[in-house]
């Protein structure tokens, strides 16, 4: 079974400052990560994803997560936070592509101007 | 990019209405769909895989009964709340996905309230 765990339901940072919301998976076979941010009352956009390959990857609005096995770990972050990411981030992990997202909680990140 | 359109996005009706919402995806052929629920302030949770031309898959504890998935072609998966109670209020959204293995792409979702 897979499980994603995110630590903090609410990280508050301020504008300019580093962006990290961190995420820990468990999967018995190399896992798909993902992650989403979701504005109030709207669906999920996709941030970023890694499947294989480069262990750094870079997403959209200028985030990057870095897998690491060793730490079963996907953290996101950002250099410097921007109002407009204010928002509900979500982890997820999939066995592949077409198989069911299993989610983290969630993490709401404020930020203060 | 590909894009799924979900609708309603906001249903309020009384208890005992059916409500049916649709998941479409708009500019690729989906195979397999997934429908999700969304507690306030929780975290998504899958209800069912909904492949193209046969019977949904329900996440244990979903009863299929009461929420029932129809995907009868390749760009359209419905699912239908029947009998809504108050307890059935959430906000659910869909996901679609292509034949090329890439990321679900997810519709914007409905949030039902049941009076």
């Known amino acids: 079974a897979q499980s994603v765990t995110q630590l903090g339901s609410h990280v508050s940072v301020s504008e300019g400052a580093l962006v990290l919301l961190r995420c820990n998976y468990s999967s018995s076979v190399p896992p798909y990560l993902f992650w989403y941010v979701q504005y109030p009352n709207q669906g999920l956009q996709l941030l970023l994803k890694y499947t294989t390959g480069a262990t750094l990857v870079k997403g959209i609005n200028g985030f990057e997560a870095e897998f690491k096995k060793s730490e079963t770990s996907f953290h996101l972050t950002k250099p410097s936070a921007h109002m407009s990411d204010a928002a509900e981030y979500f982890c997820?992990?999939?066995?592949?592509?077409?198989?069911?997202?299993?989610f983290g909680k969630g993490t709401r990140l404020s930020v203060i101007a | 990019g590909a894009v799924v359109s979900q609708h309603p996005s906001r249903v309020i009706c009384k208890s005992g209405t059916s409500v049916k919402i649709e998941c479409r995806s708009l500019d690729f052929q989906a195979t397999t769909m997934f429908w999700y629920r969304q507690f306030p302030k929780k975290s998504l949770m899958l209800m069912a895989t909904s492949n193209e031309g046969s019977k949904a898959t329900y996440e244990q504890g979903v009863e299929k009964d009461k929420f029932l998935i129809n995907h009868a072609s390749l760009t359209l998966s419905t699912l239908t709340v029947t009998s809504a109670h108050p307890e059935d209020s959430s906000f659910y959204i869909c996901?679609?996905?292509?034949?090329?293995?890439?990321?679900?792409?997810f519709g914007d979702g409905t949030r039902l309230s049941i009076l």
């Open positions: 997820a992990v999939s066995l592949s592509g077409n198989t069911p997202l299993v």
């Open positions: 996901s679609a996905v292509d034949r090329v293995n890439q990321p679900q792409h």
